[in-house]
């Protein structure tokens, strides 16, 4: 029986060179996308690359039939309809809560204020963390560098994806909680785990092989 | 000067309508071929009534009062209004009754393509025919009805939504276990129900293949796979295989892993599928009890369409020649 290509999405960033890596383990020629990093389409080995949160927007749509994202990145999208199909184990990081360093400000605002500002590029994860734990958060989305925001006095605290530790200690801000641990899945489209089930399940196969 | 309208609404102008009155008049005439009478129902009916379906996505998104201070609710589906007018009307009627439909449904959805807030559906549902005579049947109208339509590469995926809790059952998972692993798999999710299948403490082939067999989705094959506590489910289907013509038999992807938001069906359960869309174009299945809770207990079988996906189907099988 005859495979079908599939269409894979690839996560440029963090992700991106044990990505490749792994793909080129299991026999994809990824020479061209290491060696070109303006290029975004690479139909000769059925690969595309993108922002990692896009990939479950490219899956869900049928645009990819499979793609490569972290497990932070389906939190916040978790409305998507996805397979999420195998946990890569690779790309480990930890989604935190963090504030300057000294008396945690968080608890100051809680008890005095009722309500603590948070900033995150991740509303939906911090959003439902804050509703868990029965607190009452303001939660500011921000697009680039969090660590700024409670350097500010914008908020008291951030909810941001921390690998090494090492951007936070540089800004002075410490770990306050840990939210979840992170790492990268390999995703479905609903329609193409069933039209393309044989493609799929070989390469699930492989990547656990690999 | 714009005005706007609602999010998830939509205006279909001249050229558009055209297309999709050529797919309707398409389904019309198959379903009028089968035997189907086409039924309407109130867009608007009492809340309290459409409840009787129970919770899960059947249940109505949009509600409004009457001036009597009424809680009237927009349908969610057809399946719920016609099993209503089945007990209320057909009372004592002979069966099997065949019933099809053209209407608007309203659904609390996140607009995104082919998925509306109110959404144009067009389907049947056929009342008094057990499995797998009915089943047969209704199958073999949706695979007719799709290819009248002009699609070419539609595949329709067949599973049955009693097959992965008879299977927990049969491994000794507790009831109240089953909540959480059906939730990881509604939510397609096999990396979670990798671990809620962990935390069951079971031993190594039983986790294996409680985690294994939802993944199972193929050829007629696959309904040969061992396991006695399986063989409720595979027995039905194989039965619903054995009626279907060999047309509609080579359009079906048996599907182990299918499950169901909607809370009332009870046996085989299908999903229409197509190369050229990335979300199914409809689905349907067996809901035997449903009738019984508006008061006349009867078996029953449907599904439905929804013609603007259908419509998007085409266009992208054209693309894809």
Known sequence: MSVERLTIAVPRGALFGETLDLLQRIGIDTAELRANDRKLLFADVGLITMRPSDVPTYVEAGAADVGITGKDVLMERSERAVYELLDLGYGRCTMVVATVAGPDPMAEALRRLGTVRIATKYPKIATTHFERTGRQAEIVEVKGSVELAPLTGLVEGIVDLTATGTTLAENGLVVREEVSVSTARLIANPVAHKLKAAAIDALIRNLRAG | ??????????????????????????????????????????????????????????????????????????????????????????????????????????????????????????????????????????????????????????????????????????HGVPEDAHGPLLHELVTRDFVGLEREIGKLGLPEPEAHLLLTVPQLRGGAELLEVAGEALEGALEGLRAVHALLPSAVAGRIIFDLGLVRELGYYTGAIFDVYDPALGTPLGGGGRYDELIGRFGRSLPAVGFALTVEQLHIALTGEERLK
């Open chain 2, 1 to 170: 000067m714009t005005h706007p309208i609602p999010s998830g609404t939509r205006d279909v102008l001249p050229a558009e309508m055209a297309e999709l009155r050529a797919i309707t008049d398409a389904l019309r005439e198959v379903f009028e071929w089968a035997d189907f009478g086409e039924v309407a129902t109130p867009t608007l009916e009492y809340a309290e009534v459409l409840e009787r379906g129970g919770a899960g996505a059947a249940a109505p998104a949009y509600r409004l009062f009457d001036q009597q201070g009424h809680v009237l609710a927009l349908r969610s589906d057809m399946t719920l209004p016609i099993a209503r007018v089945v007990a209320t009307r057909y009372a004592d009627a002979p069966t099997p009754l065949r019933f099809w439909y053209l209407a608007a449904a309203y659904r609390d959805v996140r607009p995104r393509r082919g998925q509306r807030r109110e959404l144009l559906q067009a389907g049947i549902e056929l009342i008094g025919a057990p499995a797998p005579e009915g089943t047969a049947e209704t199958l073999t109208v949706l695979c007719t009805a799709l290819e009248k339509v002009g699609l070419e590469r539609f595949r329709i995926g067949l599973g049955d939504a009693a097959l992965y809790p008879a299977l927990l059952a049969a």
